[in-house]
């Protein structure tokens, strides 16, 4: 089983820029479709972006389209969320996960594995 971890939150201002990173162990994160995902206290965790496993294909929730953009490097073992035009709608724990499908995959089902979560505020 491939282990997950966030890094790269924090504490930005509104119009900011922060650049999630989610590494794998354990198995070739190439063996995973992969998503972002985020969650803020009483809601449902909600899609945010998801890659296929060759990284060719990807899928952008319309809330943070032209914002947001998803990538991999499975040289490196690493997924990364770079996030623009930050907003404080946009303060959310982000989790990143892994499918076994090929393709990228857009419903919480989907996913087998997750990271613990990275906490990411924008400010006013």
């Known amino acids: 089983q491939v282990q997950l971890v966030e890094s790269g939150g924090g504490l930005v201002q509104a119009g900011g820029s922060l650049r999630l990173s989610c590494a794998a162990s354990g198995r070739p994160v190439s063996n995973y479709a992969m998503g972002w995902f985020r969650q803020v206290p009483g809601r449902e965790r909600t899609f945010i972006a998801g890659i296929s496993m060759n990284g060719r294909s990807t899928r952008i929730a319309d809330s943070v389209k032209g914002r947001f953009a998803i990538s991999r490097d499975n040289a490196k073992n690493t997924m990364y969320l770079q996030m623009n035009s930050l907003k404080p709608e946009d303060t959310a724990v982000y989790y990143c996960?892994?499918?076994?499908?090929?393709?990228?995959?857009?419903?919480?089902?989907?996913?087998?594995?997750w990271g613990q979560g990275t906490q990411v505020t924008v400010s006013a």
């Open positions: 996960a892994g499918s076994p499908a090929v393709l990228p995959a857009t419903l919480r089902t989907d996913y087998n594995v």
